[in-house]
């Protein structure tokens, strides 16, 4: 997956354009995306946002541990967000049971009922 990018052993901020020579070419390649940072800021996330669109693309997933201290506006961004994800996961996951062929949306049904004890 990773073969046919030209990457370095090691990046420097003053030095190299590290959006556009590592995260945006190895974002648009993965399916998984897991970070720690102790001085998160959306802006920086934003600078490789093209490679998250190929994440996305992927049907990946991104994970971020960050550190307490974060700028309000970040903060306000992440409670925003929040609330974005509970109100569209519904909605999406209603799309996607709608993608279904019916054999398909039977067997989801089926495997729901046997969790709640339904069946049997």
């Given at each position: 997956?990773?073969?046919?990018?030209?990457?370095?052993?090691?990046?420097?901020?003053?030095?190299?354009?590290?959006?556009?020579?590592?995260?945006?070419?190895?974002?648009?390649?993965?399916?998984?995306y897991?970070?720690?940072?102790?001085?998160?800021?959306?802006?920086?996330?934003?600078?490789?946002?093209?490679?998250?669109?190929?994440?996305?693309?992927?049907?990946?997933?991104?994970?971020?541990?960050?550190?307490?201290?974060?700028?309000?506006?970040?903060?306000?961004?992440?409670?925003?967000?929040?609330?974005?994800?509970?109100?569209?996961?519904?909605?999406?996951?209603?799309?996607?049971?709608?993608?279904?062929?019916?054999?398909?949306?039977?067997?989801?049904?089926?495997?729901?009922?046997?969790?709640?004890g339904?069946?049997?």
């Amino acid at each position: 997956m990773y073969k046919t990018l030209t990457l370095q052993p090691s990046y420097f901020s003053d030095e190299d354009d590290i959006a556009n020579a590592f995260y945006i070419p190895v974002l648009e390649k993965t399916v998984k995306y897991d970070r720690v940072s102790a001085y998160f800021s959306f802006k920086a996330l934003a600078a490789y946002s093209k490679g998250i669109e190929g994440l996305i693309s992927n049907n990946g997933k991104m994970r971020f541990i960050i550190s307490h201290e974060i700028s309000y506006d970040d903060y306000e961004m992440l409670k925003v967000g929040y609330v974005l994800k509970k109100k569209l996961t519904p909605e999406l996951v209603h799309h996607d049971y709608l993608a279904l062929s019916l054999e398909e949306q039977r067997n989801v049904s089926n495997a729901f009922d046997c969790t709640r004890g339904n069946r049997y």
